[in-house]
């Protein structure tokens, strides 16, 4: 079966940066609902349309095909004293975006503690960065109703959220 809209395909890959540095790579294979559903970046799956189980795929992504621009209005410095006694570089908080009247929530990571003030992050740790995603198609079927209703891929023996 050849990679097509409502069709479940797994693969393995590896995620390196510009340089060829390695970022992530799968030991066992991911599954996505292909055809827009939003389960993998828009032009891998381009590039992964029509393919076959075992074929082979690069794709190379500038930052806006991935994770985006690196905004640095999603940088905010913020008082000591609204964060745990234990607050530390790494450490993720969700919170309102700067000016957002509806309070989308995102998620922001600290880089900065000192005794006065938190600097967090909501910038995704490779946003601004271009991407190498490649790897191997190791299957391809027919989404289930189930699935297609869903949006997304359930595990085996059925729904998994």
């Given at each position: 079966m050849?990679?097509?809209k409502n069709a479940v395909v797994s693969l393995t890959y590896e995620l390196s940066?510009?340089?060829g540095a390695l970022i992530e790579?799968?030991?066992?294979?991911?599954?996505y609902l292909h055809g827009g559903y939003d389960g993998i970046f828009p032009l891998v799956e381009e590039a992964l349309d029509g393919k076959d189980e075992g074929d082979k795929f690069s794709v190379a992504m500038e930052a806006d095909d991935a994770f985006g621009e690196y905004e640095h209005d999603l940088v905010r410095v913020e008082p000591r004293n609204m964060f745990p006694a234990d607050v530390a570089v790494g450490m993720q908080f969700?919170?309102?975006?700067?000016g957002d009247e509806d309070e989308d929530f995102m998620l922001y990571t600290?880089?900065?503690?000192?005794?006065d003030e938190v600097t967090v992050d909501g910038?995704?740790?490779?946003?601004?960065?271009?991407?190498?995603f490649s790897g191997v198609?190791?299957?391809v079927r027919a989404a289930s109703a189930e699935e297609l209703s869903h949006g997304h891929v359930h595990g085996d023996g059925g729904h998994h959220h």
């Open positions: 050849k990679i097509a940066d510009a340089s790579k799968t030991s066992e294979p991911i599954s969700e919170g309102g975006a700067e600290v880089t900065e503690v000192t005794d910038n995704h740790p490779l946003a601004g960065k271009a991407l190498n198609i190791t299957g």
